[in-house]
Nanobody, 120 residues
Framework: QVQLVESGGGLVQPGGSLKLACAAS????????MGWYRQAPGKQRELVAA???????NYADPVKGRFTISRDNAKNTVYLQMNMLKPEDTAVYYC??????????????WGQGTQVTVSS
């Protein structure tokens, strides 16, 4: 059984920073793409950033230059460093990972979400 557990959300003022972490645990053969999504009230869930096992990254336009995604393959953990936060970044942030629990089985797994609120 695979679990993703996020941490690091909270309340921050505009212009501030937060760092999210998502750790995968359980029976894991390998982890391919890891990413962060967010969902604001009344809006659809959207991709924020993603990173491959080899370190290639992809960012949504609204966060380019402000957010940085990274991962520690040895710890099965992905991070999202968020700088220069804006009120429009307020959302529940979800971690997603494409995981092979075994060599022959692949599935996408989601974390439970962590609230990020940017407000003065």
């Amino acid at each position: 059984q695979v679990q993703l557990v996020e941490s690091g959300g909270g309340l921050v003022q505009p212009g501030g920073s937060l760092k999210l972490a998502c750790a995968a645990s359980g029976t894991i053969f390998s982890i391919e793409v890891m990413g962060w999504y967010r969902q604001a009230p009344g809006k659809q869930r959207e991709l924020v950033a993603a990173i491959t096992r080899g370190g290639s990254t992809n960012y949504a336009d609204p966060v380019k230059g402000r957010f940085t995604i990274s991962r520690d393959n040895a710890k099965n953990t992905v991070y999202l460093q968020m700088n220069m936060l804006k009120p429009e970044d307020t959302a529940v942030y979800y971690c997603k990972a494409g995981i092979y629990p075994t060599i022959t089985y692949y599935n996408d797994y989601w974390g439970q979400g962590t609230q990020v609120t940017v407000s003065s």
